[in-house]
Protein backbone atom coordinates (compact mmCIF):
# COMPACT_ATOMS: atom_id res chain seq x y z
CA UNK A 1 0.00 0.00 0.00
CA UNK A 2 1.84 3.71 -1.58
CA UNK A 3 0.49 4.62 2.21
CA UNK A 4 2.19 2.45 4.35
CA UNK A 5 5.36 2.91 1.89
CA UNK A 6 4.97 6.35 3.24
CA UNK A 7 5.25 6.09 6.87
CA UNK A 8 7.81 3.23 6.74
CA UNK A 9 9.97 5.27 4.51
CA UNK A 10 9.78 8.12 6.97
CA UNK A 11 10.26 6.38 10.16
CA UNK A 12 13.30 4.76 8.44
CA UNK A 13 14.44 8.47 7.56
CA UNK A 14 13.58 9.53 11.38
CA UNK A 15 15.85 6.76 12.60
CA UNK A 16 18.66 7.36 10.34
CA UNK A 17 18.82 10.83 11.31
CA UNK A 18 17.90 10.50 15.07
CA UNK A 19 20.18 7.24 15.78
CA UNK A 20 17.94 5.38 18.37
CA UNK A 21 19.06 2.23 20.24
CA UNK A 22 16.07 0.87 18.93
CA UNK A 23 12.72 2.02 17.05
CA UNK A 24 9.38 0.86 19.05
CA UNK A 25 5.76 1.04 17.55
CA UNK A 26 3.44 2.20 20.33
CA UNK A 27 -0.74 0.21 20.20
CA UNK A 28 -2.19 2.35 22.85
CA UNK A 29 -2.80 -0.78 25.53
CA UNK A 30 -3.15 -0.47 28.81
CA UNK A 31 0.16 -2.98 29.10
CA UNK A 32 2.34 -0.93 26.86
CA UNK A 33 1.02 2.49 29.17
CA UNK A 34 2.05 0.16 32.84
CA UNK A 35 5.45 -0.83 30.84
CA UNK A 36 6.45 3.08 30.36
CA UNK A 37 5.39 4.25 33.64
CA UNK A 38 7.39 1.20 35.33
CA UNK A 39 10.85 2.02 33.01
CA UNK A 40 10.06 5.99 33.99
CA UNK A 41 9.44 5.29 37.88
CA UNK A 42 12.78 3.24 37.91
CA UNK A 43 14.76 6.11 36.13
CA UNK A 44 12.91 8.96 38.08
CA UNK A 45 11.43 10.63 35.45
CA UNK A 46 7.71 9.96 37.06
CA UNK A 47 6.93 9.51 40.69
CA UNK A 48 4.02 7.80 41.83
CA UNK A 49 1.67 9.46 43.79
CA UNK A 50 -0.87 8.01 46.87
CA UNK A 51 -2.45 5.08 44.99
CA UNK A 52 -5.41 5.22 47.59
CA UNK A 53 -5.97 8.71 46.78
CA UNK A 54 -5.00 8.89 43.03
CA UNK A 55 -5.22 6.29 41.67
CA UNK A 56 -2.61 5.23 38.46
CA UNK A 57 -1.47 8.84 39.36
CA UNK A 58 1.76 10.00 38.56
CA UNK A 59 3.93 13.51 39.23
CA UNK A 60 6.79 14.56 36.60
CA UNK A 61 9.00 17.51 36.85
CA UNK A 62 9.98 19.21 33.66
CA UNK A 63 13.46 20.52 32.95
CA UNK A 64 12.96 23.70 34.85
CA UNK A 65 13.90 25.64 31.69
CA UNK A 66 11.38 24.16 30.26
CA UNK A 67 7.88 24.89 31.69
CA UNK A 68 6.10 26.28 28.90
CA UNK A 69 5.42 26.81 25.31
CA UNK A 70 8.19 29.46 23.71
CA UNK A 71 6.74 31.21 20.89
CA UNK A 72 9.84 33.06 19.90
CA UNK A 73 11.31 29.70 18.99
CA UNK A 74 8.01 28.82 17.07
CA UNK A 75 8.13 29.04 13.17
CA UNK A 76 5.71 28.26 10.62
CA UNK A 77 8.04 26.92 7.72
CA UNK A 78 6.16 27.96 4.14
CA UNK A 79 8.05 28.43 1.08
CA UNK A 80 7.06 31.82 0.49
CA UNK A 81 7.17 34.84 3.48
CA UNK A 82 4.03 36.29 3.29
CA UNK A 83 1.89 32.71 3.55
CA UNK A 84 3.31 32.82 7.02
CA UNK A 85 2.39 36.11 7.86
CA UNK A 86 3.49 38.69 10.06
CA UNK A 87 2.28 37.81 13.46
CA UNK A 88 4.40 34.41 12.75
CA UNK A 89 8.23 33.98 12.87
CA UNK A 90 9.37 32.33 9.90
CA UNK A 91 12.38 30.50 7.86
CA UNK A 92 12.20 28.93 4.75
CA UNK A 93 12.12 25.23 5.20
CA UNK A 94 15.43 24.52 3.58
CA UNK A 95 16.75 26.94 6.34
CA UNK A 96 15.38 25.37 9.10
CA UNK A 97 16.18 22.25 8.52
CA UNK A 98 19.47 22.99 8.00
CA UNK A 99 19.54 24.63 11.37
CA UNK A 100 17.27 21.64 13.06
CA UNK A 101 19.06 18.58 11.75
CA UNK A 102 22.55 19.03 13.18
CA UNK A 103 20.65 18.77 16.60
CA UNK A 104 18.39 15.92 15.38
CA UNK A 105 21.43 14.60 14.43
CA UNK A 106 21.96 11.14 16.92
CA UNK A 107 20.20 13.26 19.42
CA UNK A 108 18.30 9.50 20.19
CA UNK A 109 21.76 7.66 21.03
CA UNK A 110 21.29 5.70 23.70
CA UNK A 111 17.04 6.31 23.60
CA UNK A 112 13.94 4.39 22.00
CA UNK A 113 12.44 6.04 19.54
CA UNK A 114 8.61 5.14 19.84
CA UNK A 115 6.35 5.84 17.01
CA UNK A 116 2.80 6.82 18.28
CA UNK A 117 -0.06 6.79 15.63
CA UNK A 118 -2.72 8.69 16.56
CA UNK A 119 -6.88 9.71 15.37
CA UNK A 120 -7.55 13.49 16.39
CA UNK A 121 -11.26 13.20 16.59
CA UNK A 122 -13.67 10.33 17.53
CA UNK A 123 -12.31 7.16 15.30
CA UNK A 124 -15.48 6.82 13.32
CA UNK A 125 -16.23 11.02 12.86
CA UNK A 126 -15.33 11.87 9.18
CA UNK A 127 -14.32 15.54 10.26
CA UNK A 128 -11.17 13.03 12.10
CA UNK A 129 -7.73 12.95 10.96
CA UNK A 130 -4.24 10.81 11.60
CA UNK A 131 -1.34 11.85 12.72
CA UNK A 132 1.99 10.32 13.30
CA UNK A 133 4.55 11.28 16.33
CA UNK A 134 7.86 10.04 16.80
CA UNK A 135 9.45 11.01 20.05
CA UNK A 136 12.50 9.64 22.07
CA UNK A 137 10.13 10.99 25.39
CA UNK A 138 8.19 8.37 27.02
CA UNK A 139 6.59 11.12 28.81
CA UNK A 140 4.86 12.08 25.56
CA UNK A 141 4.06 9.08 25.06
CA UNK A 142 2.13 8.74 28.06
CA UNK A 143 0.32 11.76 27.66
CA UNK A 144 -0.83 11.48 24.27
CA UNK A 145 -2.36 7.78 25.65
CA UNK A 146 -4.09 10.11 27.50
CA UNK A 147 -4.74 13.11 24.78
CA UNK A 148 -5.44 11.53 21.48
CA UNK A 149 -7.11 8.33 20.64
CA UNK A 150 -3.81 6.16 19.47
CA UNK A 151 -2.28 3.31 18.77
CA UNK A 152 -3.76 0.29 16.69
CA UNK A 153 -7.29 2.23 15.58
CA UNK A 154 -5.25 5.13 14.16
CA UNK A 155 -3.33 2.20 11.66
CA UNK A 156 -6.84 0.93 11.28
CA UNK A 157 -8.02 4.75 10.21
CA UNK A 158 -4.98 5.66 7.97
CA UNK A 159 -6.22 2.64 5.61
CA UNK A 160 -8.64 4.47 4.98
CA UNK A 161 -6.60 8.73 5.06
CA UNK A 162 -5.01 9.87 2.15
CA UNK A 163 -2.48 11.31 4.26
CA UNK A 164 -1.31 11.78 8.05
CA UNK A 165 0.27 14.65 9.27
CA UNK A 166 3.93 13.81 10.47
CA UNK A 167 5.71 14.81 13.48
CA UNK A 168 9.27 14.03 14.80
CA UNK A 169 10.34 15.20 18.27
CA UNK A 170 13.35 14.70 20.54
CA UNK A 171 14.24 16.19 23.55
CA UNK A 172 17.91 15.98 22.71
CA UNK A 173 19.75 17.84 25.25
CA UNK A 174 16.65 19.99 26.21
CA UNK A 175 18.70 23.19 25.66
CA UNK A 176 16.55 26.35 25.24
CA UNK A 177 19.51 27.56 23.06
CA UNK A 178 18.55 24.46 20.44
CA UNK A 179 15.06 24.33 20.91
CA UNK A 180 12.64 24.93 17.76
CA UNK A 181 9.12 24.00 17.56
CA UNK A 182 8.79 24.21 13.50
CA UNK A 183 5.74 23.29 11.29
CA UNK A 184 6.18 22.66 7.33
CA UNK A 185 2.11 23.42 6.52
CA UNK A 186 2.88 22.17 2.66
CA UNK A 187 5.03 18.80 3.83
CA UNK A 188 2.20 18.52 6.69
CA UNK A 189 5.37 18.31 8.69
CA UNK A 190 6.58 19.29 12.18
CA UNK A 191 9.42 18.95 13.70
CA UNK A 192 10.21 20.09 17.26
CA UNK A 193 13.28 19.52 19.30
CA UNK A 194 14.72 20.67 22.54
CA UNK A 195 12.00 20.42 24.66
CA UNK A 196 9.95 18.11 26.66
CA UNK A 197 7.01 20.16 27.48
CA UNK A 198 2.73 20.39 26.95
CA UNK A 199 2.35 22.40 23.40
CA UNK A 200 6.04 22.05 22.40
CA UNK A 201 6.10 18.25 22.64
CA UNK A 202 2.98 16.75 22.40
CA UNK A 203 2.84 17.37 18.92
CA UNK A 204 -0.95 16.72 18.15
CA UNK A 205 -2.49 18.96 20.22
CA UNK A 206 -1.28 22.72 19.30
CA UNK A 207 1.21 21.72 16.61
CA UNK A 208 -1.08 19.73 14.36
CA UNK A 209 -4.47 20.08 15.93
CA UNK A 210 -4.19 24.61 15.68
CA UNK A 211 -1.05 24.75 13.44
CA UNK A 212 -1.41 22.44 10.48
CA UNK A 213 -4.77 21.95 10.94
CA UNK A 214 -5.65 25.70 10.74
CA UNK A 215 -3.99 25.31 6.83
CA UNK A 216 -5.72 22.34 5.91
CA UNK A 217 -9.06 24.23 7.25
CA UNK A 218 -8.27 27.40 4.85
CA UNK A 219 -7.42 24.82 2.25
CA UNK A 220 -10.54 22.56 2.34
CA UNK A 221 -13.06 25.21 3.96
CA UNK A 222 -13.57 24.19 7.42
CA UNK A 223 -12.12 26.05 11.03
CA UNK A 224 -9.43 24.93 13.71
CA UNK A 225 -9.92 26.59 16.81
CA UNK A 226 -8.40 27.48 20.40
CA UNK A 227 -11.92 26.93 21.64
CA UNK A 228 -13.76 25.24 24.24
CA UNK A 229 -17.43 23.30 23.17
CA UNK A 230 -20.28 23.13 26.04
CA UNK A 231 -23.55 22.00 25.82
CA UNK A 232 -25.81 24.32 27.83
CA UNK A 233 -29.01 22.44 28.83
CA UNK A 234 -32.16 24.79 29.56
CA UNK A 235 -35.14 24.57 31.51
CA UNK A 236 -36.96 23.46 28.48
CA UNK A 237 -34.64 20.37 28.54
CA UNK A 238 -33.35 21.39 25.26
CA UNK A 239 -29.18 21.99 24.81
CA UNK A 240 -27.65 24.66 23.10
CA UNK A 241 -24.10 24.05 21.97
CA UNK A 242 -21.52 27.34 22.43
CA UNK A 243 -17.82 27.19 21.89
CA UNK A 244 -15.59 30.17 23.46
CA UNK A 245 -12.16 31.49 22.06
CA UNK A 246 -10.23 32.52 25.27
CA UNK A 247 -6.56 33.03 25.51
CA UNK A 248 -4.18 30.46 26.67
CA UNK A 249 -4.73 30.29 30.45
CA UNK A 250 -8.05 32.16 30.56
CA UNK A 251 -10.74 30.21 31.41
CA UNK A 252 -11.47 27.78 29.11
CA UNK A 253 -11.52 24.70 30.80
CA UNK A 254 -13.27 26.10 33.67
CA UNK A 255 -16.03 26.93 31.34
CA UNK A 256 -15.96 24.17 29.70
CA UNK A 257 -17.18 21.99 33.27
CA UNK A 258 -18.48 24.57 35.25
CA UNK A 259 -21.07 23.98 37.94
CA UNK A 260 -23.81 26.43 37.13
CA UNK A 261 -25.05 28.75 39.87
CA UNK A 262 -28.30 28.49 37.62
CA UNK A 263 -28.44 24.63 37.93
CA UNK A 264 -31.96 24.96 40.09
CA UNK A 265 -33.39 27.42 37.62
CA UNK A 266 -32.98 24.46 34.78
CA UNK A 267 -29.32 26.21 33.24
CA UNK A 268 -26.94 23.31 33.35
CA UNK A 269 -23.28 23.19 31.13
CA UNK A 270 -22.20 19.76 29.88
CA UNK A 271 -18.01 19.39 27.76
CA UNK A 272 -17.61 18.65 24.80
CA UNK A 273 -14.21 19.97 24.56
CA UNK A 274 -11.89 21.94 26.78
CA UNK A 275 -9.10 23.36 24.51
CA UNK A 276 -9.78 23.20 20.35
CA UNK A 277 -12.75 22.91 17.84
CA UNK A 278 -12.92 21.41 14.71
CA UNK A 279 -15.83 23.53 12.64
CA UNK A 280 -17.23 22.23 9.75
CA UNK A 281 -20.63 23.20 8.19
CA UNK A 282 -23.21 20.26 8.02
CA UNK A 283 -25.38 18.72 5.39
CA UNK A 284 -27.63 20.94 6.93
CA UNK A 285 -25.96 24.46 6.94
CA UNK A 286 -25.33 25.26 10.18
CA UNK A 287 -21.90 24.74 11.48
CA UNK A 288 -20.70 21.80 13.59
CA UNK A 289 -17.91 21.02 15.77
CA UNK A 290 -15.87 18.20 17.14
CA UNK A 291 -13.27 17.72 19.94
CA UNK A 292 -10.44 16.68 18.30
CA UNK A 293 -8.83 15.82 21.96
CA UNK A 294 -9.02 12.48 24.38
CA UNK A 295 -8.15 14.53 27.44
CA UNK A 296 -8.03 17.91 29.16
CA UNK A 297 -4.33 19.18 29.98
CA UNK A 298 -5.61 21.56 32.05
CA UNK A 299 -3.77 24.10 34.40
CA UNK A 300 -3.26 22.82 38.09
CA UNK A 301 -2.74 26.46 40.13
CA UNK A 302 -6.64 27.87 40.81
CA UNK A 303 -8.40 24.64 40.27
CA UNK A 304 -10.58 23.43 43.54
CA UNK A 305 -13.59 21.73 44.57
CA UNK A 306 -15.31 24.80 44.54
CA UNK A 307 -13.90 26.89 41.54
CA UNK A 308 -13.94 23.85 39.37
CA UNK A 309 -15.09 20.36 41.22
CA UNK A 310 -15.75 18.76 37.46
CA UNK A 311 -11.90 18.96 37.19
CA UNK A 312 -11.22 17.94 40.34
CA UNK A 313 -13.12 14.62 39.89
CA UNK A 314 -11.98 14.30 36.25
CA UNK A 315 -8.39 14.16 38.04
CA UNK A 316 -8.46 11.81 40.64
CA UNK A 317 -7.22 8.83 39.04
CA UNK A 318 -5.27 7.59 35.39
CA UNK A 319 -3.72 11.38 35.28
CA UNK A 320 -0.36 12.95 34.95
CA UNK A 321 0.74 15.87 36.63
CA UNK A 322 3.39 17.86 35.57
CA UNK A 323 5.44 20.66 37.85
CA UNK A 324 2.91 21.11 40.97
CA UNK A 325 3.78 20.34 44.26
CA UNK A 326 3.71 17.10 46.36
CA UNK A 327 2.38 16.45 50.18
CA UNK A 328 3.64 14.08 52.77
CA UNK A 329 1.07 11.99 51.34
CA UNK A 330 2.05 11.89 47.79
CA UNK A 331 -0.38 14.11 47.07
CA UNK A 332 -0.18 16.28 43.89
CA UNK A 333 -0.96 19.83 45.48
CA UNK A 334 -1.09 23.52 44.07
CA UNK A 335 -1.70 26.80 44.74
CA UNK A 336 -5.35 27.65 44.95
CA UNK A 337 -5.91 24.24 45.90
CA UNK A 338 -7.02 24.97 49.59
CA UNK A 339 -7.01 27.57 51.74
CA UNK A 340 -3.64 26.63 53.86
CA UNK A 341 -0.50 25.53 52.35
CA UNK A 342 0.22 22.15 53.89
CA UNK A 343 3.24 21.58 55.38
CA UNK A 344 5.31 19.73 54.59
CA UNK A 345 5.51 19.85 50.92
CA UNK A 346 8.15 19.49 48.19
CA UNK A 347 7.99 22.11 45.23
CA UNK A 348 7.72 21.48 41.78
CA UNK A 349 11.56 21.38 41.55
CA UNK A 350 11.30 18.67 44.30
CA UNK A 351 12.82 20.98 47.04
CA UNK A 352 11.31 21.18 50.24
CA UNK A 353 8.83 24.18 50.35
CA UNK A 354 10.01 26.97 52.85
CA UNK A 355 7.33 29.63 51.48
CA UNK A 356 9.14 31.65 49.20
CA UNK A 357 7.57 31.65 45.65
CA UNK A 358 5.18 29.49 44.38
CA UNK A 359 5.29 25.89 45.42
CA UNK A 360 3.41 24.62 42.06
CA UNK A 361 5.01 26.07 38.56
CA UNK A 362 2.03 28.98 37.71
CA UNK A 363 1.83 26.62 34.50
CA UNK A 364 1.70 23.36 36.17
CA UNK A 365 -0.67 21.01 34.19
CA UNK A 366 -2.83 17.34 34.78
CA UNK A 367 -3.26 15.70 32.00
CA UNK A 368 -7.01 13.74 32.64
CA UNK A 369 -8.90 11.37 30.33
CA UNK A 370 -11.73 13.27 29.44
CA UNK A 371 -14.07 10.55 30.00
CA UNK A 372 -13.36 10.89 33.62
CA UNK A 373 -15.41 14.41 33.51
CA UNK A 374 -18.67 14.29 35.44
CA UNK A 375 -20.23 16.53 32.99
CA UNK A 376 -18.95 14.74 30.08
CA UNK A 377 -21.64 15.68 27.25
CA UNK A 378 -23.12 12.40 25.65
CA UNK A 379 -22.34 14.10 22.01
CA UNK A 380 -18.56 14.32 22.82
CA UNK A 381 -17.99 11.55 20.47
CA UNK A 382 -20.92 12.25 18.07
CA UNK A 383 -18.79 11.76 14.88
CA UNK A 384 -21.12 14.11 13.48
CA UNK A 385 -19.77 17.09 16.22
CA UNK A 386 -22.71 19.31 17.73
CA UNK A 387 -24.62 21.74 16.23
CA UNK A 388 -23.43 25.53 17.57
CA UNK A 389 -25.34 28.32 18.44
CA UNK A 390 -23.15 30.73 19.51
CA UNK A 391 -19.35 31.60 19.80
CA UNK A 392 -18.05 33.40 22.27
CA UNK A 393 -14.93 35.69 22.27
CA UNK A 394 -12.77 36.61 25.43
CA UNK A 395 -9.67 37.84 27.00
CA UNK A 396 -8.43 39.07 30.16
CA UNK A 397 -8.82 42.34 30.62
CA UNK A 398 -8.88 44.54 33.90
CA UNK A 399 -10.62 47.57 32.15
CA UNK A 400 -12.30 48.52 29.43
CA UNK A 401 -13.98 45.22 28.78
CA UNK A 402 -17.42 44.35 30.02
CA UNK A 403 -18.44 41.08 30.94
CA UNK A 404 -20.57 40.19 28.24
CA UNK A 405 -21.81 42.07 24.87
CA UNK A 406 -23.23 40.65 21.54
CA UNK A 407 -21.73 41.96 18.24
CA UNK A 408 -24.15 43.36 15.94
CA UNK A 409 -23.86 40.56 12.80
CA UNK A 410 -21.18 37.87 11.55
CA UNK A 411 -19.01 40.68 10.70
CA UNK A 412 -18.60 42.62 13.19
CA UNK A 413 -18.26 39.60 15.18
CA UNK A 414 -14.87 38.68 13.05
CA UNK A 415 -13.94 42.61 13.80
CA UNK A 416 -14.36 41.49 17.88
CA UNK A 417 -12.19 38.83 17.56
CA UNK A 418 -9.82 40.48 15.48
CA UNK A 419 -9.38 42.84 17.78
CA UNK A 420 -9.10 41.01 20.77
CA UNK A 421 -6.60 41.53 22.84
CA UNK A 422 -5.75 40.04 26.26
CA UNK A 423 -3.25 40.05 29.53
CA UNK A 424 -0.55 37.21 28.82
CA UNK A 425 0.01 34.78 31.18
CA UNK A 426 2.37 31.52 32.45
CA UNK A 427 1.01 29.40 29.79
CA UNK A 428 4.11 31.11 27.43
CA UNK A 429 7.35 32.14 28.82
CA UNK A 430 8.27 35.99 28.47
CA UNK A 431 6.36 38.74 30.44
CA UNK A 432 2.91 37.69 32.47
CA UNK A 433 0.08 39.89 32.62
CA UNK A 434 1.28 42.64 29.37
CA UNK A 435 -2.19 43.49 27.04
CA UNK A 436 -0.82 41.99 23.85
CA UNK A 437 -3.54 41.73 20.87
CA UNK A 438 -4.50 37.83 20.45
CA UNK A 439 -7.20 38.05 18.16
CA UNK A 440 -9.52 34.66 18.72
CA UNK A 441 -7.37 33.53 20.65
CA UNK A 442 -4.90 32.24 18.24
CA UNK A 443 -2.18 35.01 18.45
CA UNK A 444 0.49 31.54 18.71
CA UNK A 445 -1.21 29.21 16.92
CA UNK A 446 -2.53 30.31 13.41
CA UNK A 447 -0.76 28.19 10.77
CA UNK A 448 -0.70 30.29 7.94
CA UNK A 449 -0.82 34.39 7.55
CA UNK A 450 -3.51 35.79 10.19
CA UNK A 451 -5.09 38.51 7.46
CA UNK A 452 -6.16 35.08 5.70
CA UNK A 453 -7.33 34.00 7.95
CA UNK A 454 -9.24 36.96 9.13
CA UNK A 455 -10.76 36.81 5.42
CA UNK A 456 -11.26 32.96 5.95
CA UNK A 457 -13.77 33.59 9.02
CA UNK A 458 -15.65 36.25 6.70
CA UNK A 459 -16.24 33.65 3.95
CA UNK A 460 -17.16 31.70 6.52
CA UNK A 461 -19.83 33.69 7.52
CA UNK A 462 -21.06 34.49 4.00
CA UNK A 463 -21.77 30.66 3.59
CA UNK A 464 -23.27 30.11 6.72
CA UNK A 465 -25.57 33.29 6.15
CA UNK A 466 -28.94 33.18 8.58
CA UNK A 467 -27.54 29.79 10.10
CA UNK A 468 -24.48 31.03 11.41
CA UNK A 469 -24.09 31.28 14.89
CA UNK A 470 -24.18 34.91 16.97
CA UNK A 471 -20.55 36.03 17.77
CA UNK A 472 -20.35 37.60 21.77
CA UNK A 473 -17.49 38.83 23.55
CA UNK A 474 -16.92 37.94 27.44
CA UNK A 475 -14.43 39.05 30.24
CA UNK A 476 -14.62 37.72 33.81
CA UNK A 477 -11.59 39.46 34.95
CA UNK A 478 -12.36 43.31 34.90
CA UNK A 479 -10.99 44.83 38.44
CA UNK A 480 -12.11 47.53 40.78
CA UNK A 481 -9.45 50.47 41.27
CA UNK A 482 -8.61 48.52 44.32
CA UNK A 483 -7.34 44.78 41.50
CA UNK A 484 -10.56 42.70 43.05
CA UNK A 485 -12.08 40.98 40.62
CA UNK A 486 -15.82 42.85 39.79
CA UNK A 487 -17.03 39.21 38.76
CA UNK A 488 -17.74 36.16 40.82
CA UNK A 489 -16.56 34.27 37.77
CA UNK A 490 -16.90 30.32 37.37
CA UNK A 491 -19.97 28.59 38.07
CA UNK A 492 -21.53 32.49 38.31
CA UNK A 493 -20.67 32.38 34.91
CA UNK A 494 -23.95 30.85 34.53
CA UNK A 495 -26.03 33.89 34.63
CA UNK A 496 -24.01 35.17 31.36
CA UNK A 497 -25.05 32.10 30.03
CA UNK A 498 -28.28 32.41 30.22
CA UNK A 499 -28.07 36.00 28.77
CA UNK A 500 -26.40 34.87 25.77
CA UNK A 501 -29.23 31.86 25.60
CA UNK A 502 -31.84 34.28 26.14
CA UNK A 503 -30.53 36.71 23.06
CA UNK A 504 -30.32 33.83 21.27
CA UNK A 505 -34.11 33.22 21.46
CA UNK A 506 -34.65 37.10 21.05
CA UNK A 507 -35.77 37.58 25.38
CA UNK A 508 -32.88 39.59 27.16
CA UNK A 509 -32.95 43.08 27.67
CA UNK A 510 -29.86 44.81 26.06
CA UNK A 511 -28.29 48.76 25.36
CA UNK A 512 -26.82 49.36 21.90
CA UNK A 513 -23.65 50.65 22.35
CA UNK A 514 -21.07 51.67 20.31
CA UNK A 515 -19.12 48.21 20.80
CA UNK A 516 -22.40 45.91 20.36
CA UNK A 517 -25.40 45.07 22.76
CA UNK A 518 -24.54 45.53 26.20
CA UNK A 519 -26.73 43.54 29.15
CA UNK A 520 -29.31 45.73 31.04
CA UNK A 521 -28.33 45.65 34.55
CA UNK A 522 -31.53 44.06 35.19
CA UNK A 523 -30.93 41.19 32.17
CA UNK A 524 -27.98 39.46 34.45
CA UNK A 525 -30.06 37.03 36.58
CA UNK A 526 -28.27 37.51 40.07
CA UNK A 527 -30.82 35.43 41.79
CA UNK A 528 -28.61 34.40 44.93
CA UNK A 529 -25.45 36.36 43.97
CA UNK A 530 -24.16 38.84 46.46
CA UNK A 531 -22.95 41.58 44.11
CA UNK A 532 -23.11 45.03 45.01
CA UNK A 533 -25.44 47.38 42.25
CA UNK A 534 -22.54 49.26 41.76
CA UNK A 535 -20.37 46.85 41.20
CA UNK A 536 -22.78 44.95 38.81
CA UNK A 537 -22.87 48.40 36.73
CA UNK A 538 -19.41 48.74 36.41
CA UNK A 539 -18.03 45.45 35.19
CA UNK A 540 -21.19 45.99 32.12
CA UNK A 541 -20.07 49.64 32.09
CA UNK A 542 -19.06 50.69 28.35
CA UNK A 543 -16.65 53.63 29.06
CA UNK A 544 -16.11 55.55 24.74
CA UNK A 545 -13.35 57.48 26.41
CA UNK A 546 -11.57 53.58 27.33
CA UNK A 547 -12.52 52.14 24.08
CA UNK A 548 -11.22 55.27 21.93
CA UNK A 549 -7.81 54.54 23.76
CA UNK A 550 -8.08 50.64 22.03
CA UNK A 551 -8.26 52.03 18.37
CA UNK A 552 -4.41 53.36 17.74
CA UNK A 553 -3.36 49.93 18.87
CA UNK A 554 -6.14 48.05 16.99
CA UNK A 555 -4.96 50.33 13.66
CA UNK A 556 -1.53 49.60 14.45
CA UNK A 557 -2.20 45.37 14.21
CA UNK A 558 -4.29 46.12 11.66
CA UNK A 559 -1.46 47.71 9.45
CA UNK A 560 1.16 44.95 9.84
CA UNK A 561 -0.70 42.93 7.31
CA UNK A 562 -0.96 45.52 4.11
CA UNK A 563 -3.27 44.08 1.34
CA UNK A 564 -3.62 40.67 3.09
CA UNK A 565 -6.47 43.09 5.51
CA UNK A 566 -9.59 42.14 4.54
CA UNK A 567 -11.02 45.38 3.37
CA UNK A 568 -14.33 44.25 5.33
CA UNK A 569 -11.88 44.77 8.79
CA UNK A 570 -10.87 48.48 7.56
CA UNK A 571 -14.77 48.79 7.26
CA UNK A 572 -15.45 47.65 10.40
CA UNK A 573 -13.08 49.67 12.08
CA UNK A 574 -14.05 52.90 10.31
CA UNK A 575 -17.09 51.94 11.56
CA UNK A 576 -16.25 51.40 15.05
CA UNK A 577 -14.53 54.76 15.14
CA UNK A 578 -17.59 56.74 13.93
CA UNK A 579 -19.70 55.12 16.40
CA UNK A 580 -17.67 55.98 19.35
P1 LIG B 1 -5.19 26.68 28.45
O1 LIG B 1 -5.25 25.26 28.86
O2 LIG B 1 -3.84 27.30 28.70
O3 LIG B 1 -5.63 26.93 27.05
O4 LIG B 1 -6.11 27.53 29.49
P2 LIG B 1 -7.68 27.69 29.73
O5 LIG B 1 -8.20 28.78 28.85
O6 LIG B 1 -8.35 26.38 29.65
O7 LIG B 1 -7.73 28.27 31.22
P3 LIG B 1 -8.27 27.62 32.57
O8 LIG B 1 -9.74 27.34 32.54
O9 LIG B 1 -7.39 26.50 32.94
O10 LIG B 1 -8.07 28.83 33.59
C1 LIG B 1 -6.83 29.44 33.81
C2 LIG B 1 -6.80 30.16 35.13
O11 LIG B 1 -7.85 31.13 35.18
C3 LIG B 1 -7.02 29.23 36.31
O12 LIG B 1 -6.12 29.58 37.34
C4 LIG B 1 -8.45 29.48 36.71
O13 LIG B 1 -8.66 29.24 38.09
C5 LIG B 1 -8.65 30.95 36.34
N1 LIG B 1 -10.08 31.23 35.98
C6 LIG B 1 -10.87 30.50 35.16
N2 LIG B 1 -12.13 30.99 35.10
C7 LIG B 1 -12.14 32.08 35.91
C8 LIG B 1 -13.16 33.03 36.27
O14 LIG B 1 -14.32 32.96 35.85
N3 LIG B 1 -12.79 34.02 37.13
C9 LIG B 1 -11.51 34.12 37.62
N4 LIG B 1 -11.23 35.11 38.44
N5 LIG B 1 -10.53 33.24 37.30
C10 LIG B 1 -10.83 32.24 36.46
C1 LIG C 1 -2.18 26.53 25.95
O1 LIG C 1 -1.10 27.08 26.24
O2 LIG C 1 -3.09 27.14 25.34
C2 LIG C 1 -2.44 25.14 26.37
C3 LIG C 1 -1.35 24.38 26.98
O3 LIG C 1 -3.55 24.65 26.18
S1 LIG C 1 -0.19 23.77 25.83
O4 LIG C 1 -0.61 22.43 25.42
O5 LIG C 1 1.11 23.71 26.49
O6 LIG C 1 -0.17 24.63 24.67
MN1 LIG D 1 -4.94 26.09 25.14
Redesign the pocket.
Known amino acids: MQFSKKLKDWVQECADLCKPDKVYWCNGSQQEYDMLMSEMLNDGTMMKLNEKTYPNCYLHYSNPNDVARVEHLTFICTKDASDSGPTNNWKSPEEMKDIMKPIFDGAMKGRTMYVIPYIMGPADSPASKVGVEITDSPYVVANMRIMTRMGQQALDKMKSEYDFVAGLHSVADCNPERRYIAHFPEEYLIWSVGSGYGGNALLGKKCFALRIASWLAKEQGWMAE?M?ILGLETPDGETTYITAA??????????AMMVSALENEGYKVTTVG??IAWMYIGEDGRLYAINPEAGF???A???NPK??PNAIASLKENSIFTNVARTADNEPWWE?MTKETPSPLWDWKGQPYNGEGKAAHPNSRFTAPASQCPVISPQWQAPKGVPISAILFGGRRANTIPLVYESFNWQHGVFVGATMSSETTA?ATGAVGVVRRDPFAMLPFCGYNMGDYFGHWVDMGKKLGDKAPKIFHIN??RTDDKGK?LWP??GD?ARVLKWVYERLNGKAGANETAIGYVPTADAIDTKGLDIKKEDLEKVLEVNNEEWKKEIPAQKEFFDKFGDKLPKEMTDELKSFEGRL
Open positions: HLLPSACGKTNLDDFGVPGTTNGAWFFGFN
